[in-house]
T-cell receptor, first 114, second 112 residues
Framework: SAVISQKPSRDICQRGTSLTIQCQVD?????MFWYRQQPGQSLTLIAT?????????ESGFVIDKFPISRPNLTFSTLTVSNMSPEDSSIYLC???????????FGSGTRLTVV | SQQGEEDPQALSIQEGENATMNCSYKTSINNLQWYRQNSGRGLVHLILIRSNEREKHSGRLRVTLDTSKKSSSLLITASRAADTASYFC????????????FGQGTRLTINP
């Protein structure tokens, strides 16, 4: 399975600012995903990060708010833009080698917006 | 949107007892997976069961899948304090991108 380095592990940010979260994988992976986990809730998929093209966003998530980059098969970033306290959540990166089978998760970024 | 509903939402048992968590889903799946999450951080993959399988075992874990009822259960036998965590089922749909869609989760507490 892959080893994922997700940074930062936590941050406290002022409302109106933006934070970029990085996800680095130790090997090339087929698929990369970004999830949000609001306090006390389950994981909700934000988008699938596509290598070399625009990310595929789930209903309720838009590129202007959550721009995603994936310049190669081992790295992706998620930016949380123009933050408000409602964006306070854990954001997790996930990767998959074999389509639909093995998934590995990063340790998450705990974001608090004040 | 969430694919699965899990019950119970919270479960508290004594150490040594068995814990059973249930998951239901709405659409046809390729496979169903169970994950554990400690203290709201990264998820640990526990077990995967394919749509053509009915039961799987891994150590103290037993997972069943009933595709006719669109439901699955996770049984943890001889529970330990270290099993205290949140448990999530997640499905991979037959159609569309190979993404995981999570259920709402069960918060399991094992009392020593």
């Amino acid at each position: 399975s892959a080893v994922i380095s997700q940074k930062p592990s936590r941050d406290i940010c002022q409302r109106g600012t933006s934070l970029t979260i990085q996800c680095q994988v130790d090997s090339q992976v087929t698929m990369m995903f970004w999830y949000r986990q609001q306090p006390g809730q389950s994981l909700t998929l934000i988008a699938t990060a596509n290598q070399g093209s625009e990310a595929t966003y789930e209903s309720g998530f838009v590129i202007d708010k959550f721009p995603i980059s994936r310049p190669n098969l081992t790295f992706s970033t998620l930016t949380v833009s123009n933050m408000s306290p409602e964006d306070s959540s854990i954001y997790l990166c996930s990767v998959s080698f074999s389509s639909g089978l093995g998934y590995t998760f990063g340790s998450g970024t705990r974001l608090t917006v004040v | 949107s969430q694919q699965g509903e899990e019950d119970p939402q919270a479960l508290s048992i004594q150490e040594g007892e068995n814990a059973t968590m249930n998951c239901s889903y709405k659409t046809s799946i390729n496979n169903l997976q169970w994950y554990r999450q400690n203290s709201g951080r990264g998820l640990v993959h526990l077990i995967l069961i394919r749509s053509n399988e009915r039961e799987k075992h891994s150590g103290r874990l037993r997972v069943t899948l009933d595709t006719s009822k669109k439901s699955s259960s996770l049984l943890i036998t001889a529970s330990r304090a270290a099993d205290t965590a949140s448990y999530f089922c997640a499905t991979v749909l037959i159609q569309g991108a190979q993404k995981l869609v999570f259920g709402q989760g069960t918060r399991l507490t094992i009392n020593p």
